[in-house]
């Protein structure tokens, strides 16, 4: 369990994920949180992380930092994003271990299942089927991730878990058209027609392909929930095992975003679909008491308001 004045390191606490795991720890009271700006601290350099946590000595760690991006820039950029993400993780697991730390949340992603999977997808799917070419890089980090940790419990005793959330939004969110998500990115493209009153919504792939999102505090919750609960399996998956089409999402922004106008939604069939269908199967999240507890539409909201923040700075 993790006392109130546990020191808590949350590795790249400036991200979507990191800044919301920081938010939920201050409301429930934990004091000792540590973070470290990136300038500060290259977590590529294995030294400089040991020695970090040689002089820092945090008691749990949360790995929610990661090289991460959309469609385009998984796939142009595949080199940097499996360096990147296999450096990161490897030298915080391994200065962990060698630090004494016991505990770690490590965050992976549900794109580390096989493209044709059978759905909703369950954590022993892992590694039944080939990867999505697009993002094979980064997933392929993530499944090594999800590797070590079992192996560091296995031969060490450690308590590494690895929660595999689900698509992620909300706000602290990247928003550019081509290095973001595809939600963030719908979010930028819909507000930007409603300023210049444009008539047309251009969609890459054919609209078809299925996915689930989840509010990133709801995935912080999930981080802290975890990291106090004692569990058999090393991997969960954190999602709400509900799923609309990249379509049915752009309707429910159109709706929010830009209330009372009927845009015509295009496709470039030009450009990929990705994975036909991402969907979790929560069970096993649910089974020690936890689930998702924020409506979509509300989540939308609030990201909407951020990203209105960050655009008129």
């Known amino acids: 369990m993790i006392n109130k004045n546990s020191k808590i390191f949350v590795a790249g606490h400036n991200g979507l994920v990191g800044s919301a795991i920081v938010r939920k720890l201050r409301e429930k009271g934990y004091k000792k949180i540590i973070t470290v700006n990136k300038t500060k601290l ?7 992380v040991y020695n970090f946590f040689k002089k820092k000595k945090p008691k749990f760690i949360f790995i929610a930092a990661a090289k991460v991006g959309g469609i385009y820039s998984n796939n142009k950029y595949r080199a940097e994003f499996i360096y990147s993400n296999l450096s990161i993780q490897n ?19 549900s794109c580390v299942y096989p493209k044709f999977c059978n759905q909703p997808i369950k954590e022993d799917f892992l590694l039944n089927g080939k990867l999505e070419k697009t993002n094979e890089p980064y997933a392929i980090a993530k499944i090594a991730g999800i590797k070590m940790c079992e192996s560091y419990n296995d031969q060490y005793k450690t308590n590494y878990k690895c929660l595999m959330p689900t698509n992620t939004f909300g706000p602290n969110d990247n928003y550019d058209l081509l290095n973001s998500h595809f939600f963030p990115s719908m979010i930028r493209k819909i507000h930007e027609l409603k300023q210049k009153k444009g008539k047309n919504l251009i969609l890459w792939g054919d609209g078809s392909p299925k996915r689930e999102l989840i509010y990133v505090d709801d995935l912080a919750d999930a981080c802290v929930f975890f990291m106090n609960k004692k569990i058999k399996e090393t991997i969960i998956n954190i999602g709400t095992g509900k799923d609309l089409t990249i379509k049915e999402y752009a309707n429910l922004l159109l709706k929010i975003i830009y209330p009372g106008k009927k845009l015509k939604i295009l496709f470039d069939r030009t450009k990929p679909n990705g994975t036909p269908r991402k969907v979790l199967n929560i069970n096993l999240a649910k089974k020690y ?16 308001r951020d990203y209105l923040r960050k655009t008129t700075k």
Do not use: P, V
Request: positive net charge; aromatic residues 10%.
């Open 42 to 48: 290259d977590l590529t350099n294995q030294s400089k």
């Open 91 to 109: 030298n915080i697991i391994h200065s962990a271990y060698r630090c004494n730390i016991k505990d770690m949340i490590f965050l992976g992603s």
């Open 289 to 304: 008491g936890w689930k998702a507890k924020t409506n979509i539409e509300e989540a939308i909201k609030i990201t909407y």
